[in-house]
């Protein structure tokens, strides 16, 4: 998945007020026009894929996403505020996740002696220990880090797309690596925060 673009704002004289382009893509998407809800949907797809992944096996990530997509074009009528597009589409998505994991048959997992790849001599955990981690911790910090380190959106645009504030944005970025790094027993130094 691609991540996130920077918003493109436009400024009011004296640059006071900042608008973001999507938002007017908001508003004829809910006019019928396709090519907007295209734009919308490759500028919103690394956060709904990131809020995905977050709770859901990566294999599939990439149906749910496009499902968000397709549940979000049948409902955006009922959007009120276009500038509330991004919080609004991350409720869509854990709405969607709610239901295939309530809907889903169960199974059991492979057991953990099961190697799917050669281990990493490097001594960093493999990436199936790292999901399984990411997963267990509060939404918040899941999603936005699943947002950063799988997606790659920088800390400006995870809160662009959100609607979260820079300052939230940080503030789970350092807390929820932190947690990460113990549920995987790594040392607590450092910081990739944006």
Known sequence: MAAARPAE?????GG???RPRWLGW???????????FTSL???????VHGIVVSKVPASDAPDLTQDVFVIALQ???????????GGWLAQVARARIARFLRDRPLHDPLPDEVQLAAPDASGAPDVRKVLVALRALPEAYSETLAMRLIEGMTGPE???ATGLTPGSVRVNLH?????????????KGGSSDE
């Open 9 to 13: 704002v436009l400024s009011t004289e």
């Open 16 to 18: 006071e007020s900042r």
């Open 26 to 36: 908001v508003a004829s998407a809910r006019h019928g026009d396709k090519a907007a």
């Open 41 to 47: 949907h490759d500028h919103f797809c690394g956060m």
């Open 75 to 85: 409902k955006l009528t009922t959007l009120e505020d276009d500038a509330a597009f």
């Open 158 to 160: 995870i809160a662009e």
């Open 175 to 187: 807390r929820g690596m932190q947690l990460l790094k113990a549920k995987l027993g790594l040392p």
